[in-house]
C-alpha cells in the first residue's frame, strides 16, 4: 500500500489524534519526557502528520507548535514509513536550507522513527533533536523505537476506549464533548459553530437492518464516513464526528464558510454505498449553533445543535439554524409531552367524549364515535389538534390508542344490555395496526370483557401510509377477521382514494366535510357527491357524513341515499354524563 493510500486508510484515527484533548497530550507530553531523559536529548517532540499539516502534540523543551507538512523533517518518515537520522543538517543539502534549521528552533541534529498503528498505518512522528551535530547508535535508535511502540500503544488504547466511534472510525459523541470542554479552557474569546448533519433517521437504519442485516448498513455508515469530509473537505482546525447512527457532527469556527445552509448544499442529492451493489439516497438534514466555548457547557451546544437539526427536519427543510425562539417552542412541546406521558400513566386529566351517529332513514343514533380530550392542570382544556401531533412523534401515541380503547370497553362493558348501549368507534393510527398482535390483543380485551367485536369499531387514519405499509394491512386483516367494524376516514380529501375501496377491507367510509361543504350551494358539489355516495353503495358500503351543520344540507344527503351522518346539527362531542342524558331524550321521543 502506498503512503496516499494508507493516509486515506487511516485519516480518521490522524483526525482523532489532532483533536485537542488536554489528558491525553498530557500523558504524551511526560513520554516526551522520559524519550530526552532515558536518550539525554535536550529536545523531543511527538507530532501527527495528515497530507497538508504537522502538529506537535507534546515536547520537550522544542519550541514549535506545528507547521504545513512541506517543511517539516518529520515529513521524509513520513514518506517512506521508515526512520530517518540527520547527524548534521548543515552538512545535508536536501536540509541546510529547512526554515526550522536555519530559524527557531535551529535544529542541527534530527532523528525521527514513524509511529506505526498494530495494521501499520502511519500516524506520525516521534523525534528527538539538538542545535548541535550528534551521532546516534544503533542501540539508541532500537531505543526511541521501543519507546515508539509504548507511544503508540497508549494512542490506541486511548482512542479506542470510549472516543472512536466503532463503525465509522471517526471520533464519537463523547470525543466532541471533549474537545468542547478543552476549548472551554483553551478558547474562551473565538466563536465556534457546531454543525449536526443528518442523513438517515434511525427507524429507517433500523428497518433496513432487519431487513438486511447489520453488515449492509455498517457499511452505509463507513461510506457516509467517506463521504462527508470528500464532498465538504475540511481544513486542518476542523473536526468531524459521529454522534448517533446516520448523524454526524461537524465543529468549525464561526469565521469559516461551514454553516448549515452551505453543508446541506454541499450534500445534496448524495447516495452512499451498502456494498454488494447496493446504494441509498440519503435526505440531508443539517442545524447549527453559534457559540463562544466556556460561556455554555458543552451538552447544552449541543443540545442547540440537535434542537436546530430537529427544527429542520421537523418543518421538512434541509437546513436550520438555532433559535430561541424555536427552542423554547421545542422546550414548551417536551414538557407537554411529558405532561401528556404523566396523565397517561396516572389516568390524570384525560377524558372521553362522544359524537353521535344519526340514522337519515329513522333520525334515531346509531352510533358513536369516541374523541380525546385532555383538561391539563396548568393549561387548562387543550384540544387535540396541540397534543396528539406530539404524541406522533413518540411511543405515546400507541399508549394513548390503548388508554382510549381500556375506557371506551370500560363505557360498553358499564352499560352492557342498557338501551344507551350503541356501537363506539375509535380512532387507530398505521402504527397501532402494524404492532404484531394487535388484532389479538383487542380481541382478548373484548372478550375478557364478555363484549362482542361489533360494538367496538375502528376508524382508520393515515389511510396512505396504511396502503404503503405490509404490517398495517395485515393488522387490518386481522382487525376485520375478528369481527372489528372497519372505518375509512376523509374520504374524498385526495386523488387516490378510490384505489384503497379494492385494497382495505372496509365496512364504513366517511365522507369527508370538505365534500359536503357546498351541498346546498354549489350545483357541482350536489353533483359529485351524489355520484361518490351512488358508487358507494353499489359498492354494498355504509356511507357517513360528517360535519352535518344545518337541515338542508341533512336533507340533500338524505335524498342521495347517505345512511348515516354526524356533525353539530345534531350533537356536538359530549362527555358522558350529558351524553346518556342526551341518549335518553332522543329515545324518549
Not at 548534521?88 to 541546510?96: G, L, N, V
Not at 373484548?446 to 401510509?465: D, F, H, K, Q, W
Not at 393488522?475 to 382495505?504: C, W
Request: hydrophobic share 40%.
Amino acid at each position: 500500500m502506498n503512503n496516499s493510500a494508507m493516509y486515506a486508510q487511516n485519516g480518521l484515527t490522524i483526525q482523532a489524534l489532532r483533536s485537542p484533548d488536554i489528558c491525553r497530550d498530557e500523558v504524551l507530553t511526560k513520554f516526551t519526557d522520559l524519550v530526552s531523559e532515558t536518550l539525554n536529548f535536550p529536545s523531543s517532540f511527538i507530532a501527527i502528520l495528515d497530507d497538508h499539516y504537522q502538529y506537535i502534540k507534546a515536547s520537550h523543551n522544542f519550541d514549535l507548535d506545528g507547521s504545513v507538512r512541506s517543511d517539516s523533517l518529520c515529513q521524509y518518515v513520513a514518506d517512506d514509513v521508515s526512520p530517518l537520522i540527520i547527524p548534521d543538517t548543515h552538512a545535508d543539502s536536501c536540509f541546510a536550507t529547512n526554515p526550522f534549521v536555519t530559524g527557531s528552533p535551529f535544529i542541527r541534529f534530527y532523528a525521527g522513527v514513524p509511529l506505526k498503528n498494530r495494521e501499520g498505518a502511519f500516524l506520525g512522528t516521534l523525534c528527538v533533536t539538538d542545535s548541535v551535530p550528534r551521532s546516534f547508535s544503533a542501540d539508541q535508535l532500537a531505543t526511541l523505537e521501543k519507546l515508539s511502540q509504548l507511544v503508540i500503544s497508549f494512542l490506541e488504547a486511548w482512542h479506542s476506549a470510549g472516543f472512536t466511534d466503532p463503525v465509522t472510525g471517526l471520533p464519537n459523541r463523547q470525543q466532541l464533548i471533549r474537545n468542547l470542554h478543552t476549548l472551554g479552557k483553551m478558547e474562551k474569546s473565538s466563536s465556534y459553530r457546531l454543525i449536526l448533519i443528518d442523513l438517515i433517521d434511525i427507524p429507517r437504519a433500523y428497518e433496513l437492518a432487519r431487513t438486511l442485516g447489520m453488515g449492509p448498513v455498517e457499511g452505509l455508515l463507513r461510506d457516509m464516513a467517506t463521504l462527508i469530509p470528500l464532498r465538504l473537505r475540511p481544513g486542518p482546525d476542523d473536526f468531524i464526528y459521529t454522534v448517533a447512527t446516520g448523524r454526524f457532527a461537524l465543529l468549525t469556527k464561526a469565521s469559516t464558510h461551514f454553516t448549515a445552509e452551505w453543508v446541506a448544499t454541499k450534500l445534496t442529492g448524495v447516495s452512499a454505498d451498502m456494498g454488494e451493489g447496493l446504494s441509498v439516497g440519503l435526505t440531508t438534514h443539517t442545524g447549527d449553533a453559534l457559540f463562544n466555548p466556556g460561556k455554555f457547557p458543552p451538552h447544552e451546544v449541543l443540545r442547540k445543535a440537535v434542537s436546530a437539526l430537529h427544527e429542520a427536519i421537523c418543518q421538512g427543510v434541509s437546513h436550520m439554524s438555532f433559535s430561541e425562539k424555536n427552542d423554547e417552542r421545542r422546550t414548551d412541546d417536551f414538557t407537554l409531552v411529558n405532561d401528556l406521558a404523566t396523565a397517561i400513566r396516572f389516568n390524570q386529566g384525560l377524558y372521553l367524549v362522544y359524537q353521535p351517529k344519526i340514522c337519515l332513514n329513522t333520525g334515531l343514533p346509531i352510533g358513536l364515535e369516541a374523541l380525546i380530550r385532555w383538561r391539563h392542570p396548568v393549561r387548562g382544556e387543550l384540544s387535540p389538534s396541540v397534543f396528539i401531533p406530539l404524541a406522533e412523534q413518540t411511543t405515546l401515541l400507541q399508549d394513548l390508542t390503548e388508554w382510549v380503547i381500556d375506557k371506551t370497553i370500560e363505557r360498553l362493558k358499564r352499560l352492557g344490555s342498557s338501551s344507551l348501549q350503541l356501537p363506539v368507534t375509535v380512532n387507530v393510527s398505521v402504527r397501532d395496526f402494524s404492532q404484531e398482535g394487535f388484532a389479538d390483543r383487542l380481541e382478548t380485551k373484548m372478550i375478557n370483557a364478555r363484549l362482542s367485536p361489533e360494538l367496538l369499531g375502528i376508524e382508520c387514519l393515515e389511510t396512505e401510509r396504511i396502503i404503503e405499509s405490509a404490517a398495517a394491512m395485515a393488522g387490518l386483516e386481522m382487525l376485520k377477521l375478528r369481527g372489528f367494524n372497519i372505518s375509512l376516514d376523509d374520504f374524498g380529501t385526495g386523488y387516490s382514494n378510490i384505489s384503497y375501496l379494492r385494497r382495505m377491507p372496509l365496512d364504513v367510509i366517511k365522507l369527508d366535510r370538505s365534500i359536503i361543504n357546498g351541498l346546498t350551494t354549489d350545483t357541482a358539489s350536489r353533483i359529485i357527491t351524489k355520484s361518490i355516495i351512488s358508487m358507494l353503495k353499489e359498492l354494498d358500503y355504509v356511507v357517513l357524513a360528517e360535519g352535518v351543520e344545518n337541515v338542508e344540507t341533512l336533507e340533500v344527503l338524505r335524498e342521495f341515499g347517505c345512511d348515516q351522518a354526524q356533525g353539530f346539527y345534531h350533537s356536538r362531542p359530549l362527555p358522558e354524563p350529558e351524553l346518556d342524558e342526551w341518549l335518553s331524550w332522543k329515545i324518549r321521543r
